[in-house]
Every structure is written in structure tokens, then in C-alpha cells.
């Protein structure tokens, strides 16, 4: 009896791992965006087309609401909080789940 409590919290436990495995390694990421195209426009610590990443983070640090609306935005392109350029949408060329792991890689540079 005892035994099937204890798989309750071992569930748990693989939950949480599953999802840090959903990050990516900084070799891993930069390899993305750059199949993404998004190094045409972006680098990390410096204004190309678009913003620097590390100033990305660093506008939105500490505010969790912004990764969802940052995926939005990636997907269906959009302008005005960076300058009148506009970015491309990315959606459907980017696949959703590549579009988030950038995102959080994005998100993860102020740090
Ligand atoms: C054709 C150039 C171009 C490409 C390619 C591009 N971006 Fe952008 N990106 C921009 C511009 C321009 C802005 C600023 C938009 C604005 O001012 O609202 C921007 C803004 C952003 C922002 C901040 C959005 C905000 O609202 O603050 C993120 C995050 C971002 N890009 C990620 C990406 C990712 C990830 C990719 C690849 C899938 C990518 N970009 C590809 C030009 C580009």
C-alpha cells in the first residue's frame, strides 16, 4: 500500500524535469535562430534590423506575461515598440514549438 503512495511525487518530480529539458542549450538556440533566419536581423548584444536580444530581456525582465505575447508576435510579425521597422511573421515557416524555445532563449539573456 505504502509503495503507491510514493510514485505520486516521483511523477511529479519527471513533470519538472520534462520541462527543463524543453529549454535549449545556448549552442542549441543560436543554431535555431539562425535555420529560423532570425540572425539576418538580430544578434545578441547588438542593434541590427532589430533589437539587440540582451535589450529585449532586459525590457521585459521580471514581467512573465511577455513570453506569451512575444510568440504572438514572432508568428504574426508586428512594429512600433522598437521603431516603425516591421518584423516578418514567422508563422507557419517556423514550427510553434521552435518559435517558444527562442522566445524563452530570448527572454533567458538578461540573466
Ligand atoms: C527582417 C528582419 C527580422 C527578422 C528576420 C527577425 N526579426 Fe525580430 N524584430 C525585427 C524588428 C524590426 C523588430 C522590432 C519590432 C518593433 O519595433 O515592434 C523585431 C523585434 C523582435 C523581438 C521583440 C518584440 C517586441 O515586441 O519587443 C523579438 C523577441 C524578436 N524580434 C525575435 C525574433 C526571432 C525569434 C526571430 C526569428 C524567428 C526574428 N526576430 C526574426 C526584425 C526581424
Not at 520541462?19 to 529560423?36: C, G, P, R
Amino acid at each position: 500500500m505504502k509503495a503507491r503512495w510514493l510514485c505520486i511525487p516521483a511523477m511529479a518530480a519527471c513533470m519538472v524535469a520534462g520541462q527543463v529539458n524543453a529549454e535549449l542549450s545556448k549552442d542549441d538556440a543560436m543554431a535555431l535562430a539562425k535555420k529560423s533566419g532570425c540572425l539576418a536581423c538580430h544578434s545578441i548584444d547588438k542593434k541590427v534590423v532589430g533589437p539587440a536580444w540582451t535589450d529585449v530581456a532586459a525590457k521585459y525582465k521580471g514581467d512573465a506575461s511577455m513570453k506569451e505575447k512575444l510568440v504572438g508576435k514572432i508568428k504574426a510579425g508586428g512594429k512600433g515598440v522598437w521603431g516603425q521597422v516591421p518584423m516578418p511573421p514567422y508563422s507557419p515557416r517556423v514550427a510553434d514549438a521552435d518559435i517558444e524555445a527562442l522566445v524563452g532563449f530570448v527572454l533567458t539573456m538578461s540573466e
